[in-house]
């Protein structure tokens, strides 16, 4: 079978591997879309944390079930994954988060993933298609970690809820937060991101934070009380580190976005704001479930991100163009 892999940061290789035999727990997959996430782009610069090459990558899955040893599931029936492999027993597990496994093997990531005609996965990382096509079960993985996100905050209905960055995920804890009845302000340097963001998802309230002062902007939108939830997309340490100085007193600040420094902040400003500060690491099954629920109610269209689509064969020609803002990537979809 063909397989595509990051060999080192900035190249990619096409070779013949041997498709996966079944084991007891498994189940075989041909994958059908791939879609490309940060995760995947920022293993390619070579600036991923956790990572080691060579590597294949993907773990934004839809697919078909070739072989299983599951009675749950069927030849052919479409799926997708939590790609998130867990050991079951470590306390975040046991506590009813596997996301954050304490050995956890994140697909693509810390063990090769779909970019290959076939995988062999763990049968509990089956996601049930549930009707959807292959485009948006391939996106039911980057939307359920802006929902987890989401959920991590505790967002409530009409509370102002800043998102900065407005890539793929920010796009998707953007959507979540509204569809929980937020007030949402997306913050981004890339004026095509905002546009999208109020074409696109319906957002009133957008900023660049390279047009005037940012924190007289929220003070103008939240009528000086300034956001209660501030949830970052960017992995950008500078804006992380801004972004304590933005948040309401008695606010919640969440980190989705990975960067690999030390964060650096005013521990009186802090304090006195009496804030939380938090992490938000992958998703659950809850939100993969939440993001197919919004999906079959129509909340979610998922035409609104695929703007890029390219076949198996074309992604190494194709990859590094997707790392160029001026391309307008939202979301490259693989056709397998």
């Known amino acids: 079978m063909k397989t595509l892999t990051c060999t080192v940061p900035g190249t990619f290789e096409y070779s013949q591997t041997e498709k996966p035999v079944l084991a007891e727990g498994h189940t075989i997959l041909k994958i059908k ?6 995760t995947d782009l920022h293993a390619f610069e070579g600036t991923q944390p956790f990572f080691n090459y060579p590597r294949v990558l993907g773990h934004e899955l839809a697919a078909e079930i070739e072989e299983t040893s599951s009675t749950d599931f069927t030849k052919g029936e479409a799926v997708t ?3 998130y492999f867990n050991c079951g027993t470590c306390i975040a597990c046991l506590n009813g988060k ?3 496994c ?27 298609g549930n009707g959807l096509g292959f485009d948006e079960l391939a996106l039911v993985e980057p939307l359920a970690i802006g929902a987890h996100g989401v959920r991590r905050a505790g967002v409530q209905p009409d509370e102002f809820v800043l998102v900065i960055g407005a890539g793929p995920i920010g796009l998707g804890i953007i959507e979540f937060a509204g569809i929980a009845g937020a007030k949402v302000i997306a ?15 319906g957002v009133v309230f957008t900023i660049n934070p390279m047009n005037g002062d940012v924190t007289e902007q929220l003070k103008e939108i939240t009528n000086g009380n300034m956001p209660t939830v501030i949830i970052d997309a ?12 933005y948040l309401a007193h008695g606010g919640r600040y969440v ?13 009186p400003e802090f304090h006195k704001r009496e804030s939380t500060l938090m992490s938000s690491r992958n998703a659950t099954r809850d939100d993969f479930n939440w993001v197919i629920d919004s999906m079959q109610q129509q909340l979610v269209k998922p035409s609104n991100y695929i703007t890029h689509r390219v076949q198996f064969d074309e992604v190494k020609d194709n ?15 693989v056709e397998m």
């Open 255 to 267: 980190l989705v976005g990975l960067q690999k420094e030390n964060l650096s902040f005013s521990h």
């Open 81 to 83: 994954i939590i790609p």
């Open 234 to 245: 960017t992995g950008n340490l500078k804006a992380i580190n801004s972004a304590f100085l």
């Open 102 to 128: 304490a050995a956890i093997q994140v697909f693509g990531v810390h063990v090769d993933g779909g970019m290959r005609e076939y995988v062999s996965v763990p049968n509990y990382s089956l996601v049930k």
């Open 187 to 201: 913050m981004d340097v890339n004026e095509k991101r905002l546009a999208f963001c109020k074409d696109n998802l």
């Open 319 to 333: 990859f590094e163009g997707w790392l160029n803002p001026a391309n307008g990537v939202v979301k490259a979809m």
């Open 33 to 38: 879309r791939i879609g490309i996430c940060g």
């Open 98 to 100: 596997p996301n954050c």
